[in-house]
């Protein structure tokens, strides 16, 4: 049962250079979330989405975009990177609120360093 | 918009202690979980609270929440090593964190 799965783990961009990263569930979740962890700064949030084909900001959205084509894919992208956005990346996914088991289950976490 | 503040931030405390770590919110919500992380790992959850006054224990950790007051609260009973993590609350449906308490604890 691989749960959620982050693509890549590791990446060091040059300043400008674009990417996508991809997040993957299998556990038919109707939330997934975006978040970025920084030292001494807990977790913010990026994006989220409700469901296929929406997308919603979260605390810090600029420089990034996301898109939810399917259920289970979450795609988190960089424009052009810039080294503010050097950060462990996480990705997260739960049922939906009316739920009763609405814990969200995170990925391993994707390290991006921008040069 | 929804702040979410835990403290403290940083606890060092010796085995065999107990200790309460906090977490205030803002606004209105019925829906606080509390998560732990290990040095370089990624999140595991430990409890969700979804209403007035719950309360859930695992071991030797018990979460609460008070929605009137918007305080949920983790309190470490006897504490041993093995609880040394960073922990972290979260709100609402948009899971919305805390800047985490990291806790350490000493023989």
């Not at chain 1, 990446?11 to 991809?22: A, D, I, W």
């Not at chain 1, 030292?39 to 989405?49: A, E």
């Not at chain 2, 609460?64 to 960073?86: E, G, M, Q, Y």
Request: with cysteine; proline share 4%; charged share 20%.
């Amino acid at each position: 049962n691989a749960g959620v799965t982050q693509t890549p783990k590791f990446r060091v961009l040059k300043t400008g250079q674009s990417m996508t990263l991809l997040c993957a569930q299998d556990m038919n979740h109707e939330y997934m979330y975006w978040y970025r962890q920084d030292p001494g700064m807990g977790l913010r949030l990026i994006h989220y989405s409700v469901g296929e084909g929406t997308t919603a900001k979260g605390e810090v959205p600029d420089g990034y975009n996301v898109s939810r084509l399917k259920k289970q894919n979450f795609l988190l992208g960089l424009e052009s990177a810039a080294p503010s956005q050097t950060s462990v990346y996480f990705c997260a996914s739960s049922w939906r609120p009316g739920n009763m088991n609405t814990e969200a289950f995170f990925g391993q976490g994707t390290r991006l360093t921008v040069v | 918009e929804l702040k979410v503040e835990q403290n403290p931030l940083f606890l060092s405390m010796q085995e065999g202690k107990n200790y309460t770590i906090y977490c205030n919110y803002s606004t209105t919500s019925d829906r606080l979980y509390w998560y732990r992380q290990d040095p370089g790992k990624s999140l595991e959850s430990l409890f969700v609270l979804l209403s007035n006054g719950a309360v859930k224990q695992e071991g030797r950790l018990m979460a609460s929440l008070d929605t009137k007051a918007r305080l949920s609260t983790l309190h470490i009973t006897a504490a041993v090593h093995d609880l040394s993590a960073t922990y972290f609350c979260a709100v609402d449906s948009d899971m919305r964190f805390g800047a985490g308490t990291r806790l350490t604890v000493k023989p």
